[in-house]
């Protein structure tokens, strides 16, 4: 598809119905019936960053800041094995306190204690630091990039550098790592065009992984009032990510499920493949509310696994076999 069809396609006046299925089918035909589970582990949400879009940014005073401790973070690794799941997805705000060296240790130290394939989402570092990470044992990377439209993410990401991001995906791609990144659907500013250029740099940059969620507006940021992003073109973005990417591994993400009860099952009709139930401790996920309304907060990790589980059989799904690695290379 080019750039023009695209922005047709996410037109609110276009019919989803057909590229809705042609969506599923092509899931279906490159990556499968079966549902990837990542157990996510969210274990820390210090962040030297101000992203005007974020609830743990800097500048927040009202966020009660946590870090879990090696002990912690292993206890919920096992947790995850425990619960069937082959990966554990390891996300922090660009935090400090946890240098290459300290992450280096805590990836060795996870991927031997439970041999689950490793995602870290932890913000930027250097071309060295990340193949250090690499051999420690980390398998992929994710590191959205929020938006193409340069513009666009200075206003949102004041002291991030556009370049350097973009920079950093490509080290990390050097590193051999198994790279993700993404969007979100319905920022202020944003435009159809923009969203479109998205999906063609997605495209462009052969992701192994794309995560795209709708824009959800936190009382406490800069942002606090904008109208959110809808689940509608969130899903077309799913969609048409789906079609244009191909094997890309894609999840019905969270925030999804937060502005409609039925937004992940629905992505997972039209070409998402992955889901992220969280394994963090209970008692912090609260502490981590990039936005408000965020589902699943109080449930244990067990309720999680049993509720998607549910969700699954209720789709004519089943859970994926395997770690669930790119299927790029393959």
Same mark, same amino acid.
């Given at each position: ?134 051999? =420690? @044992?980390?398998?992929?990377?994710? &590191?959205?990039?929020?938006?193409? %439209?340069?513009? *666009? +993410?200075?206003?949102?990401?004041? /002291? ?24 979100? =659907? @319905?920022?202020?500013?944003?435009? &159809?065009?923009?969203?479109?250029? %998205?999906?063609? *740099? +997605?495209?462009?940059?052969?992701? /192994? ?24 073109? =969130? ?96």
């Amino acid at each position: 598809m080019n750039k023009e069809e695209l922005v047709q396609a996410l037109s609110p006046g276009a019919d989803t119905a057909a590229f809705f299925a042609l969506a599923d089918e092509t899931r279906k035909k490159y990556v499968g019936d079966g549902v990837h589970l990542r157990g996510l582990l969210e274990f820390s949400n210090h962040c030297r960053r101000n992203c005007r879009y974020c609830g743990i940014r800097a500048g927040n005073p009202k966020v009660r800041r946590y870090r879990l401790t090696t002990g912690e973070i292993l206890d919920c690794a096992r947790a995850a094995v425990a619960l069937g799941y082959r990966t554990v997805v390891m996300q922090s705000g660009e935090d400090n306190h946890w240098g290459p060296k300290e992450l280096v240790k805590i990836v060795d130290e996870v991927k031997k204690a439970t041999g689950l394939a490793i995602t870290l989402s932890v913000g930027e570092y250097t071309k060295e630091e990340y193949k250090d990470l690499r051999k =420690a @044992g980390a398998d992929r990377f994710l &590191l959205r990039f929020e938006t193409s %439209d340069r513009a *666009l +993410f200075a206003a949102l990401k004041p /002291d991030s550098d556009y370049d350097r991001r973009f920079s950093c995906l490509a080290w990390l791609k050097e590193a051999g790592f198994q790279v993700g990144s993404g969007v979100m =659907a @319905g920022l202020p500013g944003q435009t &159809l065009e923009s969203l479109a250029d %998205d999906i063609l *740099l +997605f495209k462009k940059m052969d992701l /192994d992984m794309v995560g795209i969620g709708p824009f959800i507006a936190n009382p406490d940021t800069p942002l606090a009032g904008s109208p959110g992003g809808t689940l509608d073109l =969130a899903l077309r973005m799913v969609a048409l990510t789906r079609i244009v990417t191909r094997n890309a591994h894609i999840p019905a993400t969270t925030a999804m499920g937060s502005i409609d009860p039925q937004g992940r099952q629905k992505a997972l009709r039209c070409g998402a493949n992955v889901l992220m139930p969280n394994i963090s401790p209970v008692e912090h996920r609260v502490d981590y509310s990039l936005y408000p309304g965020k589902i699943c907060v109080n449930d244990q990790p067990e309720q999680c696994a049993g509720c998607v589980d549910a969700m699954l059989r209720s789709l004519g799904r089943s859970r994926a076999g395997g770690f669930g690695h790119s299927l790029k290379k393959a």
